[in-house]
């Protein structure tokens, strides 16, 4: 089955503790990105990746680092996370940017 | 600010109404797409737009793009309680993808 990956679901961290989201999808996509959806603000993007090893910044890349070092995984690390990244968090990919994109489930985070 | 406003942010409306949700923004897009939005779901695509004037129709659903292809409009006719959930507008500028604000349908039975 065609999908997009994302784990966890759902985390509860502390200010300042590293953490990893993972996303992972088997369609063979080249295009992958990370959104934050807030109430009002819709997806905005963080970052995304045109293809192995090719990133870059989205809208609201502070806070956030990536990296692309296979076709398929493309995970959204928090260094040092602050209680204004608390949100709910998507990765997406898609054949090239503009055709349809795939969403995963959802990360929904929340830092103290 | 966001590249792409949607208006209105919330709608609620009875079954059987027709309705009409705005996608605008000052750029040009070189394509547009809108999708849906379920409770504890990422979105999932409805329907994507190339053409300036451009309408599509899915069944009770018509979309259209504007002449300029800055602008685009969703409407839903005689609107059943599935159609609830939060829509979403996203185009791509030539350089970068960007997603619209949202509208959040509640279509009471």
């Known amino acids: 089955e065609a999908q997009v990956t994302q784990n966890p679901r759902y985390l509860i961290t502390v200010t300042g503790k590293k953490l990893t989201v993972t996303c992972s999808q088997n369609?063979?996509?080249?295009?992958m990105s990370w959104y934050r959806q807030d109430p009002g603000l819709g997806l905005r993007q963080i970052y995304y990746s045109m293809n192995v090893e090719v990133t870059d910044k989205g809208d609201v890349p502070e806070g956030y680092k990536v990296s692309r070092k296979e076709k398929r995984n493309f995970p959204l690390i928090l260094e040092s996370p602050s209680p204004n990244q608390t949100s709910l968090y998507f990765c997406?990919?898609?054949?090239?940017?503009?055709?349809?994109?795939?969403f995963g489930q959802g990360t929904r985070l929340t830092v103290v | 600010t966001q590249l792409l406003e949607q208006s209105p942010q919330f709608l609620s409306i009875q079954e059987g109404e027709n309705l009409t949700v705005y996608c605008n923004s000052s750029s040009v897009f070189s394509s547009l797409q809108w999708y849906r939005q379920e409770p504890g779901e990422g979105p999932v695509l409805l329907v994507t737009v190339v053409t300036g004037g451009e309408v599509k129709k899915l069944k009770r659903l018509t979309f259209q793009f504007g002449d300029a292809r800055k602008d685009s409009s969703l409407h839903i006719t005689a609107a059943q309680p599935g159609d609830t959930g939060l829509y979403l507008c996203?185009?791509?500028?030539?350089?970068?993808?960007?997603f619209g604000t949202g509208t959040s349908l509640t279509v009471i039975p």
């Open positions: 369609m063979n996509h080249e295009y």
């Open positions: 997406a990919s898609s054949l090239i940017r503009n055709t349809e994109a795939f």
């Open positions: 996203a185009g791509d500028t030539g350089n970068q993808f960007y």
